[in-house]
């Protein structure tokens, strides 16, 4: 049962380097996020897809980009790292856009801009 | 004022205890409710979805005052496995399914 599989692990970089996480779901879900996590905080939304094909900005966009690859995959970019994006990032999926489904998350990416 | 705030604790609790977590939100608006719980640098899990007529789960209910605008989780006979994160998470209507993460409310279950 795979789930939400998020890669890499773990990563660090350093200031102004560029990198992009990756995620891909199996329960043929419709709609996909990234939230980041940072201690004392909630999970904060950065991107999300609706479906296929659509991508929105959430609440902490500046500084990443998103891709809706296909209905599997939703990748995250940073395209000029900074130490304040610090932080875990969940990827997440739901069966549809609904305000009434919950999300099912990956374990996680830790990343660490030095 | 944060949209969802709850107590961070940590609540420390022996097994077999009767613990309670309250959360509060700020939109009125709010549609759906959940308690998702989330182990030390793991990823949040679902718990239990929160009805307007209460509901419960084994050993977990759960209570909505829309009114009050408050959530609670009521746990009984504490097992050790219990401990961990207890995050609320309010929905918004609208668009796409905006969930509204508190920061959550630790919970740990000693012998």
């Known amino acids: 049962n795979a789930g939400v599989t998020q890669t890499p692990k773990f990563q660090v970089l350093k200031t102004g380097q560029s990198m992009t996480l990756q995620c891909a779901q199996d329960m043929n879900h419709n709609s996909m996020y990234w939230y980041r996590q940072d201690p004392g905080m909630g999970l904060r939304l950065i991107y999300y897809s609706a479906s296929e094909g659509t991508t929105d900005k959430g609440e902490v966009p500046n500084g990443y980009n998103v891709s809706r690859l296909n209905k599997r995959e939703f990748s995250l970019r940073l395209e000029s790292a900074a130490p304040s994006q610090t932080s875990v990032y969940f990827c997440?999926?739901?069966?549809?856009?609904?305000?009434?489904?919950?999300?099912?998350f990956g374990d996680g990416t830790r990343l660490s801009i030095l | 004022r944060k949209e969802v705030e709850q107590d961070p604790g940590p609540f420390n609790v022996p097994e077999g205890a009767t613990v309670a977590f309250n959360c509060t939100y700020s939109n009125s608006a709010s549609q759906s409710f959940f308690w998702y719980r989330q182990d030390c640098r793991k990823e949040p899990k679902l718990l239990m979805s929160v009805y307007s007529s209460g509901n419960e789960d084994g050993r977990f209910t759960a209570q909505l005052n829309r009114a009050s605008q408050y959530i609670s989780l009521l746990i009984r006979d504490s097992k050790l496995s219990d401990s961990a994160t207890y995050l609320c998470v309010v929905s918004l209507s609208g668009g796409y399914n905006k969930l509204i993460f508190g920061a959550g409310t630790r919970l740990a279950v000693h012998p």
């Open positions: 997440a999926s739901s069966a549809t856009p609904g305000y009434n489904q919950p999300q099912h």
